[in-house]
């Protein structure tokens, strides 16, 4: 029977997440206690502009943590991925049929130009900040109450669109209302229902961080760089069930890692959420930073020579021509970027939308009306 010591922990350290930015939004809006400002992402466009703010040392102190734990803040502290793992709880929950044929099997749909839209999106983001630096003097600026927590976000500045959308609606003209508050609410709800239930039912659990989130692109290259960084590891002889391969979220092939890499899991995609540890009946993996146990039996399965070569994961490609999925992924980056114009937050409803639809037009027309999962490809 499969363990969750790991899960139950690492999903009440998620709600702790939320709990602290809710509390966050209290003292500052309600309580009227200002400790500090926004601590979120934002601070890669605030370092990126010279801001030293709460948000630009949190976002420093992950860079860091990159070196020794991996991407474990993507797996433990991420609000995003707190989100998406309510999401798959509550599409297993209510026993959303589509989502639980994925789920079931753990098919984790994706594209093999992930990489190129996962590099498109943060320049999209980043471009604003980078206009505004390249036509502005060098000016390095300590303000650890700018910016307020609500910034970029549905309601601040009593807007639901950024103050330079072409278009835009107005709430809070006599002071902030219950009305305005749940017009606010309802829009960051919508958002965050498109990163993680939409993309969740379309392609699997945690579609977000596997196809879109563009912050991969800024922590991967940490990886790997420190020798003593702790890594999932083998501790005992692997009997070759591959339920930790099975299990992972990201569709890493678990147990060929640790047969190929001396024991270890070197996989960029690994977000440190345990799935792997948890799965495992013979308690095989840790995470750990010593060397792994040799494997002294033999696994013959994981010698396979083109594993080696291949794309070294368990994702699934759709049946799309790699030409047409290419400009796909173009014209997804062109759908965030127009909607990104509503303001940040939005750019993701655009490119999810853009996405979602050019994907099904584009197996529609080359393919027709066809039982898809006959037609998928997975790579092993």
Not at 255 to 266: A, F, L, Q, T
Request: proline share 3%; hydrophobic share 45%.
């Amino acid at each position: 029977m499969k363990s969750y010591k790991y899960q139950n922990i690492r999903l009440f350290v998620l709600f702790i997440v939320h709990i602290y930015i809710i509390f966050h939004f209290i003292t500052w809006y309600v309580l009227d206690i200002k400790i500090w400002g926004k601590t979120a992402m934002m601070g890669i466009p605030s370092l990126l502009s010279g801001h030293i703010n709460a948000a630009a040392i949190m976002v420093s102190l992950i860079f860091i943590s990159v070196l020794f734990y991996g991407r474990a803040f993507c797996g433990w502290i991420c609000h995003m991925r707190g989100a998406i793992e309510f999401a798959d709880w509550l599409m297993r929950k209510v026993k959303v049929e589509k989502y639980n044929e994925l789920r079931g099997k753990n098919i984790l749909l994706n594209t093999r130009y992930r990489w190129l839209l996962r590099i498109g999106s943060i320049f999209v983001l980043s471009v604003p900040v980078i206009v505004l630096w390249w036509n502005s003097e060098a000016n390095i600026s300590i303000d650890f109450y700018s910016p307020r927590p609500m910034a970029d976000l549905p309601g601040y500045n009593n807007l639901i669109f950024h103050e330079n959308s072409p278009i835009n609606i107005s709430i809070a003209q006599n002071g902030l209302s219950a009305i305005d508050f749940i017009i606010a609410f309802g829009a960051i709800v919508l958002i965050q229902f498109f990163m993680s239930f939409v993309l969740n039912y379309f392609y699997g659990q945690g579609a977000f961080c596997r196809i879109l989130c563009p912050y991969a692109v800024l922590l991967v290259p940490l990886m790997n760089i420190n020798h003593r960084q702790k890594k999932i590891t083998r501790i005992r002889q692997c009997i070759g069930c591959r339920d930790c391969s099975n299990s992972c979220p990201q569709g890493i092939d678990v147990s060929r890692e640790i047969w190929n890499y001396e024991g270890k899991v070197k996989n960029v995609e690994c977000i440190k959420c345990y799935n792997c540890i948890d799965s495992c009946k013979q308690m095989v993996l840790v995470d750990s930073s010593s060397k792994a146990v040799d494997q002294t039996i033999a696994r013959k399965e994981y010698e396979k020579r083109p594993w080696l070569t291949e794309d070294k994961h368990l994702q699934v490609y759709e049946p799309i021509d790699p030409v047409i999925d290419f400009i796909i992924m173009i014209l997804t980056l062109v759908s965030g970027g127009l909607a990104s114009r509503l303001g940040g937050f939005w750019f993701y409803v655009g490119a999810i939308i853009g996405y979602i639809i050019l994907r099904k037009i584009a197996i529609f027309f080359l393919y027709g009306v066809i039982n898809k999962n006959k037609s998928m490809v997975r790579v092993r």
